[in-house]
Protein backbone atom coordinates (compact mmCIF):
# COMPACT_ATOMS: atom_id res chain seq x y z
CA UNK A 1 0.00 0.00 0.00
CA UNK A 2 1.40 3.21 -0.72
CA UNK A 3 1.32 5.89 2.55
CA UNK A 4 -0.34 8.56 2.01
CA UNK A 5 0.88 12.04 1.82
CA UNK A 6 1.16 14.11 5.09
CA UNK A 7 1.41 17.86 5.73
CA UNK A 8 5.30 18.09 5.78
CA UNK A 9 5.68 16.20 2.18
CA UNK A 10 3.39 18.71 0.72
CA UNK A 11 5.71 21.65 2.42
CA UNK A 12 3.86 23.04 4.91
CA UNK A 13 6.04 24.19 7.48
CA UNK A 14 6.05 23.55 11.24
CA UNK A 15 7.55 24.13 14.59
CA UNK A 16 9.23 21.70 16.60
CA UNK A 17 11.02 18.31 15.85
CA UNK A 18 8.64 15.42 15.14
CA UNK A 19 9.51 11.80 16.95
CA UNK A 20 10.23 8.77 13.87
CA UNK A 21 7.22 8.19 13.59
CA UNK A 22 5.53 11.75 13.55
CA UNK A 23 2.93 10.31 15.68
CA UNK A 24 1.42 9.34 19.05
CA UNK A 25 3.01 5.88 19.07
CA UNK A 26 6.52 7.66 19.10
CA UNK A 27 5.19 7.63 23.13
CA UNK A 28 6.81 4.04 23.80
CA UNK A 29 4.38 1.68 24.76
CA UNK A 30 1.84 3.87 23.31
CA UNK A 31 -0.21 1.82 20.88
CA UNK A 32 -3.66 2.31 18.14
CA UNK A 33 -5.75 -0.16 16.81
CA UNK A 34 -8.64 0.65 14.14
CA UNK A 35 -11.85 -0.78 12.45
CA UNK A 36 -13.04 1.18 9.40
CA UNK A 37 -16.25 0.58 7.98
CA UNK A 38 -17.61 1.40 4.75
CA UNK A 39 -20.84 -0.30 3.36
CA UNK A 40 -22.87 0.44 0.86
CA UNK A 41 -23.95 4.00 0.86
CA UNK A 42 -24.82 4.71 4.53
CA UNK A 43 -22.41 3.43 6.37
CA UNK A 44 -18.86 5.34 6.60
CA UNK A 45 -17.35 5.02 10.40
CA UNK A 46 -15.59 3.20 12.38
CA UNK A 47 -13.93 2.80 16.31
CA UNK A 48 -10.11 3.84 17.13
CA UNK A 49 -9.10 2.61 19.81
CA UNK A 50 -5.52 3.65 22.10
CA UNK A 51 -3.80 1.70 24.41
CA UNK A 52 -1.42 3.61 26.78
CA UNK A 53 1.07 1.02 27.50
CA UNK A 54 -0.21 -1.45 24.78
CA UNK A 55 -2.39 -3.99 25.13
CA UNK A 56 -0.55 -6.50 27.18
CA UNK A 57 -0.13 -4.29 29.84
CA UNK A 58 -2.66 -2.65 31.67
CA UNK A 59 -0.95 -0.38 34.93
CA UNK A 60 -3.20 2.51 35.11
CA UNK A 61 -1.86 5.68 33.81
CA UNK A 62 -1.85 9.62 35.27
CA UNK A 63 -4.68 11.18 33.23
CA UNK A 64 -6.83 14.33 33.32
CA UNK A 65 -9.22 15.82 30.85
CA UNK A 66 -10.54 18.96 29.46
CA UNK A 67 -13.87 20.29 27.52
CA UNK A 68 -13.25 23.05 25.39
CA UNK A 69 -16.33 22.97 24.42
CA UNK A 70 -18.68 20.21 25.97
CA UNK A 71 -21.47 19.80 22.93
CA UNK A 72 -20.43 15.65 23.15
CA UNK A 73 -19.82 13.31 25.09
CA UNK A 74 -16.44 11.09 26.83
CA UNK A 75 -17.42 8.54 28.97
CA UNK A 76 -15.55 7.69 32.28
CA UNK A 77 -14.49 11.43 32.96
CA UNK A 78 -16.17 11.83 36.66
CA UNK A 79 -13.37 8.92 37.54
CA UNK A 80 -10.57 10.53 35.98
CA UNK A 81 -11.07 13.86 37.72
CA UNK A 82 -11.67 11.52 41.24
CA UNK A 83 -9.00 9.43 40.79
CA UNK A 84 -6.53 11.04 38.42
CA UNK A 85 -6.00 8.31 36.57
CA UNK A 86 -6.70 6.54 33.17
CA UNK A 87 -7.45 2.31 33.82
CA UNK A 88 -7.48 0.95 30.27
CA UNK A 89 -7.78 2.10 26.21
CA UNK A 90 -9.56 4.97 25.34
CA UNK A 91 -11.75 4.00 22.37
CA UNK A 92 -13.06 6.84 19.77
CA UNK A 93 -16.17 6.56 17.22
CA UNK A 94 -19.40 8.04 15.91
CA UNK A 95 -22.05 9.71 18.52
CA UNK A 96 -24.52 6.85 18.48
CA UNK A 97 -22.51 3.98 18.97
CA UNK A 98 -20.45 5.58 21.95
CA UNK A 99 -22.54 3.04 24.27
CA UNK A 100 -21.45 0.02 22.27
CA UNK A 101 -17.73 0.64 21.91
CA UNK A 102 -18.05 1.12 26.33
CA UNK A 103 -19.56 -1.90 26.58
CA UNK A 104 -17.27 -3.49 24.29
CA UNK A 105 -14.20 -2.24 25.89
CA UNK A 106 -15.76 -3.77 29.50
CA UNK A 107 -16.30 -7.18 27.47
CA UNK A 108 -12.37 -7.48 26.33
CA UNK A 109 -11.34 -6.11 29.65
CA UNK A 110 -13.35 -8.70 31.67
CA UNK A 111 -12.09 -12.00 29.18
CA UNK A 112 -8.72 -10.91 29.31
CA UNK A 113 -8.72 -9.87 33.34
CA UNK A 114 -8.29 -6.40 32.71
CA UNK A 115 -9.78 -5.46 35.67
CA UNK A 116 -8.03 -2.88 38.66
CA UNK A 117 -11.72 -2.74 40.70
CA UNK A 118 -14.48 -5.20 40.09
CA UNK A 119 -15.88 -3.34 37.55
CA UNK A 120 -14.90 -0.72 34.71
CA UNK A 121 -15.49 2.60 33.37
CA UNK A 122 -14.12 3.25 30.28
CA UNK A 123 -13.19 6.19 28.14
CA UNK A 124 -14.77 6.13 25.26
CA UNK A 125 -15.15 9.46 23.47
CA UNK A 126 -17.16 10.97 19.80
CA UNK A 127 -17.95 13.31 17.09
CA UNK A 128 -20.68 12.94 15.27
CA UNK A 129 -20.76 11.76 11.40
CA UNK A 130 -24.50 12.21 10.38
CA UNK A 131 -23.25 13.99 6.53
CA UNK A 132 -21.69 11.00 5.58
CA UNK A 133 -22.69 8.18 7.74
CA UNK A 134 -26.26 7.06 9.33
CA UNK A 135 -25.42 7.12 13.36
CA UNK A 136 -28.74 5.96 13.57
CA UNK A 137 -27.89 1.83 11.71
CA UNK A 138 -25.63 1.76 14.76
CA UNK A 139 -22.69 0.26 11.78
CA UNK A 140 -20.00 -0.37 14.62
CA UNK A 141 -20.79 -3.82 16.44
CA UNK A 142 -18.75 -4.84 19.12
CA UNK A 143 -16.34 -7.74 16.57
CA UNK A 144 -15.27 -4.65 15.25
CA UNK A 145 -14.46 -2.99 18.36
CA UNK A 146 -12.41 -6.39 19.81
CA UNK A 147 -10.86 -6.51 16.10
CA UNK A 148 -9.42 -2.69 16.74
CA UNK A 149 -8.49 -3.69 20.19
CA UNK A 150 -6.56 -6.76 19.30
CA UNK A 151 -4.77 -5.51 16.43
CA UNK A 152 -3.61 -2.49 17.99
CA UNK A 153 0.02 -1.86 17.16
CA UNK A 154 3.32 0.65 17.78
CA UNK A 155 4.71 2.31 14.41
CA UNK A 156 3.19 4.73 12.01
CA UNK A 157 -0.54 5.31 12.10
CA UNK A 158 -3.03 5.49 9.48
CA UNK A 159 -4.92 8.84 8.98
CA UNK A 160 -7.75 10.08 7.31
CA UNK A 161 -10.80 8.04 6.26
CA UNK A 162 -9.89 5.30 8.86
CA UNK A 163 -10.70 4.38 12.23
CA UNK A 164 -13.82 6.39 14.05
CA UNK A 165 -12.62 8.77 11.93
CA UNK A 166 -13.88 7.65 8.85
CA UNK A 167 -16.69 9.75 7.90
CA UNK A 168 -15.66 13.10 9.46
CA UNK A 169 -14.88 16.15 7.75
CA UNK A 170 -13.02 19.33 8.67
CA UNK A 171 -13.64 23.24 6.92
CA UNK A 172 -16.17 21.34 4.71
CA UNK A 173 -13.13 19.34 3.28
CA UNK A 174 -13.18 15.25 4.03
CA UNK A 175 -11.00 14.29 7.46
CA UNK A 176 -10.72 12.43 9.92
CA UNK A 177 -8.09 10.77 11.66
CA UNK A 178 -4.28 12.59 12.16
CA UNK A 179 -1.93 12.44 14.59
CA UNK A 180 1.43 13.72 15.19
CA UNK A 181 4.45 14.57 18.23
CA UNK A 182 7.21 16.05 18.87
CA UNK A 183 10.59 15.28 20.99
CA UNK A 184 11.43 18.00 23.05
CA UNK A 185 15.07 19.52 23.05
CA UNK A 186 17.83 17.37 25.95
CA UNK A 187 17.89 20.49 27.49
CA UNK A 188 13.94 20.49 28.39
CA UNK A 189 14.26 16.83 29.27
CA UNK A 190 14.27 15.06 25.76
CA UNK A 191 10.48 13.86 26.35
CA UNK A 192 8.27 13.04 23.99
CA UNK A 193 4.17 14.33 23.53
CA UNK A 194 2.50 12.67 20.83
CA UNK A 195 -1.41 13.96 19.75
CA UNK A 196 -4.05 12.26 17.94
CA UNK A 197 -7.30 13.86 16.71
CA UNK A 198 -10.61 12.75 15.07
CA UNK A 199 -10.81 16.17 13.44
CA UNK A 200 -14.58 16.84 12.47
CA UNK A 201 -14.96 20.37 12.97
CA UNK A 202 -14.95 23.97 11.16
CA UNK A 203 -16.35 26.14 8.16
CA UNK A 204 -14.52 26.89 5.26
CA UNK A 205 -13.60 30.27 5.59
CA UNK A 206 -12.50 29.43 8.83
CA UNK A 207 -9.13 27.23 7.72
CA UNK A 208 -5.22 28.28 8.39
CA UNK A 209 -2.44 26.62 7.12
CA UNK A 210 0.79 27.61 8.80
CA UNK A 211 -1.05 31.17 9.34
CA UNK A 212 -1.96 31.21 5.54
CA UNK A 213 -6.18 31.82 5.36
CA UNK A 214 -6.20 29.23 3.17
CA UNK A 215 -10.04 28.88 3.56
CA UNK A 216 -10.77 32.31 1.84
CA UNK A 217 -9.24 30.81 -1.11
CA UNK A 218 -10.11 27.57 -1.47
CA UNK A 219 -14.30 28.08 -1.92
CA UNK A 220 -15.39 25.47 -4.37
CA UNK A 221 -17.13 22.39 -3.12
CA UNK A 222 -17.96 23.82 0.52
CA UNK A 223 -21.25 22.04 0.82
CA UNK A 224 -22.32 23.57 3.99
CA UNK A 225 -21.46 27.41 3.06
CA UNK A 226 -20.31 27.64 -0.33
CA UNK A 227 -17.56 29.25 0.95
CA UNK A 228 -19.05 32.14 2.62
CA UNK A 229 -18.96 33.08 6.42
CA UNK A 230 -22.52 32.29 8.37
CA UNK A 231 -21.38 33.03 11.77
CA UNK A 232 -21.32 30.03 13.16
CA UNK A 233 -19.42 26.92 13.24
CA UNK A 234 -20.33 23.24 14.39
CA UNK A 235 -18.41 20.60 14.69
CA UNK A 236 -16.44 18.30 16.91
CA UNK A 237 -13.00 17.55 17.48
CA UNK A 238 -11.54 14.59 20.01
CA UNK A 239 -7.32 15.28 21.00
CA UNK A 240 -5.64 12.64 23.06
CA UNK A 241 -2.20 13.47 24.07
CA UNK A 242 0.47 11.09 25.23
CA UNK A 243 3.93 11.73 26.88
CA UNK A 244 6.67 9.91 28.90
CA UNK A 245 7.16 13.45 30.91
CA UNK A 246 6.64 12.46 34.48
CA UNK A 247 3.48 14.86 34.94
CA UNK A 248 0.90 14.75 37.98
CA UNK A 249 -3.19 14.89 37.04
CA UNK A 250 -3.13 18.41 37.61
CA UNK A 251 -0.39 19.53 35.43
CA UNK A 252 -1.97 16.77 32.55
CA UNK A 253 -4.66 19.27 32.67
CA UNK A 254 -2.80 22.11 32.03
CA UNK A 255 -1.58 20.33 28.56
CA UNK A 256 -4.86 19.26 27.78
CA UNK A 257 -5.75 22.82 27.67
CA UNK A 258 -3.36 23.61 25.68
CA UNK A 259 -4.76 21.25 22.93
CA UNK A 260 -6.92 24.86 22.58
CA UNK A 261 -4.54 26.62 21.00
CA UNK A 262 -3.86 23.93 18.49
CA UNK A 263 -6.93 24.13 17.40
CA UNK A 264 -7.08 27.78 17.01
CA UNK A 265 -3.66 27.72 15.29
CA UNK A 266 -5.69 26.05 12.18
CA UNK A 267 -8.83 28.44 12.28
CA UNK A 268 -11.12 26.30 14.90
CA UNK A 269 -12.98 28.41 17.21
CA UNK A 270 -15.07 26.02 19.15
CA UNK A 271 -18.64 27.21 18.71
CA UNK A 272 -21.48 26.20 20.77
CA UNK A 273 -22.42 23.08 18.52
CA UNK A 274 -19.04 21.84 18.72
CA UNK A 275 -17.75 19.11 20.67
CA UNK A 276 -14.05 19.98 20.93
CA UNK A 277 -12.83 17.01 24.24
CA UNK A 278 -9.32 16.58 25.08
CA UNK A 279 -7.66 13.79 27.24
CA UNK A 280 -3.62 13.54 28.62
CA UNK A 281 -1.76 11.02 30.05
CA UNK A 282 1.75 10.06 30.63
CA UNK A 283 3.25 6.77 30.47
CA UNK A 284 5.98 7.98 33.35
CA UNK A 285 5.91 6.57 37.18
CA UNK A 286 4.82 3.29 35.97
CA UNK A 287 3.27 1.56 39.49
CA UNK A 288 2.31 5.01 40.43
CA UNK A 289 -0.81 5.94 39.11
CA UNK A 290 -2.36 2.99 41.68
CA UNK A 291 0.40 1.50 43.58
CA UNK A 292 0.23 -2.01 45.42
CA UNK A 293 1.97 -0.56 48.50
CA UNK A 294 0.82 1.81 50.74
CA UNK A 295 3.27 4.26 49.40
CA UNK A 296 4.68 4.87 45.86
CA UNK A 297 7.79 6.85 45.24
CA UNK A 298 7.66 9.08 41.69
CA UNK A 299 9.25 11.75 39.99
CA UNK A 300 7.46 14.83 38.54
CA UNK A 301 8.57 18.18 36.62
CA UNK A 302 8.31 21.43 38.43
CA UNK A 303 5.90 23.74 36.44
CA UNK A 304 8.24 26.08 35.50
CA UNK A 305 9.21 22.90 33.23
CA UNK A 306 6.76 22.67 31.82
CA UNK A 307 6.37 25.43 28.82
CA UNK A 308 8.49 23.43 26.13
CA UNK A 309 5.32 20.77 26.58
CA UNK A 310 2.82 23.34 26.05
CA UNK A 311 4.49 24.18 23.02
CA UNK A 312 4.53 21.10 21.68
CA UNK A 313 1.00 19.81 21.93
CA UNK A 314 -0.14 23.24 20.57
CA UNK A 315 1.98 22.58 17.53
CA UNK A 316 1.42 18.27 17.55
CA UNK A 317 -2.34 19.14 17.75
CA UNK A 318 -2.28 21.91 14.66
CA UNK A 319 0.19 19.16 12.96
CA UNK A 320 -2.47 16.22 13.34
CA UNK A 321 -5.56 18.09 12.15
CA UNK A 322 -3.76 19.32 9.01
CA UNK A 323 -2.55 15.68 8.37
CA UNK A 324 -6.29 14.32 8.78
CA UNK A 325 -7.12 16.67 5.72
CA UNK A 326 -3.89 15.97 3.98
CA UNK A 327 -4.33 12.29 3.98
CA UNK A 328 -8.49 12.12 3.58
CA UNK A 329 -10.26 10.92 0.55
CA UNK A 330 -13.07 12.41 -1.04
CA UNK A 331 -16.35 10.10 0.20
CA UNK A 332 -19.95 10.72 -0.97
CA UNK A 333 -22.45 9.52 1.81
CA UNK A 334 -25.67 8.42 2.75
CA UNK A 335 -27.24 12.42 2.76
CA UNK A 336 -25.94 12.12 -0.93
CA UNK A 337 -23.28 14.69 -0.30
CA UNK A 338 -20.41 14.57 -1.10
CA UNK A 339 -16.62 15.96 1.22
CA UNK A 340 -13.97 16.68 -1.19
CA UNK A 341 -10.65 16.05 -0.34
CA UNK A 342 -8.62 19.17 0.01
CA UNK A 343 -6.38 19.75 -3.59
CA UNK A 344 -2.81 19.35 -2.72
CA UNK A 345 -1.91 21.22 -5.35
CA UNK A 346 -4.34 24.41 -4.92
CA UNK A 347 -3.04 23.89 -1.14
CA UNK A 348 0.44 24.47 -2.36
CA UNK A 349 -0.53 27.42 -4.46
CA UNK A 350 -2.33 29.39 -2.23
CA UNK A 351 0.98 28.63 0.06
CA UNK A 352 3.44 30.11 -2.10
CA UNK A 353 1.66 32.89 -2.98
CA UNK A 354 2.60 34.14 1.00
CA UNK A 355 5.64 32.67 0.82
CA UNK A 356 5.13 30.05 3.61
CA UNK A 357 5.87 26.85 1.37
CA UNK A 358 8.96 25.08 2.07
CA UNK A 359 10.98 23.58 -1.11
Known amino acids: ?????????????????????????????????????IEGNNCRTGVTIIHPRGKHDYDPVFAAWFPLNGNGEMTGTAWIDEGGFLEGPIGITNTHNVGTVRDAIIHWQAENNRFFQPWSCPIVTETADG?????????VRREHVRQALN??????????????????TSFEFKAGTGTASRVLPAQSGGYTIGVLVQSNFGRRFQLTVAGVPVGKHLTENAPLTNGENPFREQGSIIVVIATDAPLLPYQLKRVAKRASIGLARTGGMAGNGSGDIFIAFTTANPGCARPKDQLATLTMLPNDNLDTLFWSVAYATEEAILNALIAAETMNGHENITFHAIPHDQLQAVMRQYNRLEQ
Open 151 to 168: EAASGPVAEGNVGGGTGM
Open 131 to 139: WLNDMNQFH
Open 1 to 37: MTAKPRARDLGIPFEGNPGTFNAITDVPGVEVGMATL
